[in-house]
């Protein structure tokens, strides 16, 4: 490692299935609150991807082992292009979270594919993946794993929220981290859009034209998981059981469906962050204006945004911060937030493997 600085490319993919998030970050050695982010890029997917991931929830334990190794050589080549386009000359580590296809903590089950290994011998670098395993191994949620990086990173923000294909909130609460997801995001928002030939709802446009079902949206809010209490965490197998059927009994339009969700959204998220002075946010949800102007009614917080590679890409930032917490063997995983039965360093380290 360079005597002064860690030089490291985080690796992100959303439940929403934006795209693979990367990062090329340069931390100081002495200061864990440093970061630089050099270069970071957003690769789409291709639609023969982004259907097999879809897909990979109903798969047989043979099927994910192949998507693992596949996904892990897609990534690898991702990665390897990333590093050759930028030029880039010193890694001393890739962290990447994977695509979570399962995540079931309460059965102990959490699976993100993309193999550590295969990353490992195409780029020939030290990779770190699969953090959540461990977590939920010993009793925790796998999830969510941010908020250390939320705290030495951004320690100013009295709330870190996250609008990605779920929002998720971390904050200091009597000297402890506490974290939690909140509700879906564009892992619903998106899924709409698509059914109107959309990638997305762009700035809310669509929304915005609806109007809100007041039946479906008091429906939305009396969700058995808004009662519970943290920690707790959603997955997509949550969305397919509870969301869709339940918006589906409505038989509301599209832009009715999306007015209704983004306002389920924002008072989610004002019963967290209710009249505070500092809330940091960021995720591809920021660029929904929209949904940014109901969670700004709603909450009457004073709404901070970062410069547009923080909002992009923190999520790959910090994990890109959790492989440097294991790679020095430090606590990257907190009890107070995931619910597991000790703090730990969590992670699995490869090595590349001479090929022939």
């Given at each position: ?18 795209g693979?998030?990367?990062?090329y970050?340069?931390?100081?050695e ?5 970061f630089?982010i050099?270069?970071?890029?957003t690769?789409?997917?291709?639609a023969a ?7 990979a ?9 192949v ?29 990447s ?5 399962l ?6 089950i ?6 550590g ?19 939920v191994?010993l ?14 990173l951004?320690?100013?923000?009295e ?8 929002s998720?909130v971390?904050?200091?609460k009597?000297?402890?981290r506490?974290?939690?997801d ?8 998106n899924?709409?859009?698509n ?8 700035s ?20 058995d ?8 965490s959603?997955g997509?197998?949550w ?6 059927p339940?918006?589906?009994k ?6 009715e469906?999306?007015?209704?969700f ?7 998220i ?6 505070s ?8 949800g920021?660029?929904n ?41 430090q ?22 493997q001479?090929?022939?």
């Amino acid at each position: 490692m360079n005597e002064n600085a860690l030089f490291a490319i985080g690796l992100m993919s959303g439940t929403s299935l934006d795209g693979i998030d990367l990062v090329y970050v340069k931390f100081l050695e002495k200061d864990l609150s440093s970061f630089d982010i050099l270069h970071a890029e957003t690769i789409p997917y291709h639609a023969a991807w982004k259907q097999e991931l879809q897909n990979a929830i109903r798969f047989s334990s043979k099927e994910l082992r192949v998507l693992d190794h596949s996904y892990g050589k897609h990534l690898g080549n991702i990665l390897q292009d990333f590093i050759r386009n930028y030029q880039i000359k010193t890694i001393d580590f890739i962290a990447s979270h994977g695509h979570t296809v399962l995540h079931q903590p309460q059965k102990g089950i959490t699976l993100q594919v993309g193999g550590g290994q295969e990353i490992a011998n195409i780029t020939q670098q030290k990779v770190v993946c699969d953090f959540r395993t461990q977590d939920v191994l010993l009793g925790g949620q796998g999830a969510p794993l941010v908020p250390i990086g939320d705290a030495l990173l951004f320690p100013s923000y009295e709330f870190c929220l996250n609008l990605g294909g779920f929002s998720n909130v971390s904050f200091e609460k009597e000297s402890e981290r506490i974290a939690f997801d909140i509700c879906p995001v564009n892992i619903v928002l998106n899924y709409y859009a698509n059914k109107m030939g959309c990638e997305y709802d762009a700035s809310g446009a669509i929304a915005a034209q609806g109007e809100i079902n007041t039946a479906l949206l008091a429906a939305l809010n009396a969700l058995d998981f808004y009662k519970t209490a943290a920690p707790k965490s959603l997955g997509l197998e949550w969305v397919q059981k509870e969301i869709l059927p339940l918006v589906a009994k409505y038989k509301a339009s599209i832009p009715e469906i999306l007015r209704t969700f983004v306002e389920h959204i924002a008072l989610q998220i004002a019963d967290v962050v209710k009249d505070s002075n500092a809330v940091l946010i960021t995720g591809g949800g920021v660029f929904n204006t929209f949904l940014m102007e109901r969670i700004k009614y709603w909450s009457q917080s004073k709404v901070a945004q970062p410069s547009d590679a923080v909002i992009n890409y923190k999520e790959a930032l910090i994990f890109a911060f959790l492989g440097r917490l294991r790679i020095e063997n430090q606590v990257n995983c907190l009890k107070s937030v995931t619910g597991a039965r000790k703090d730990h360093s969590s992670g699995v380290i490869f090595l590349p493997q001479v090929l022939d």
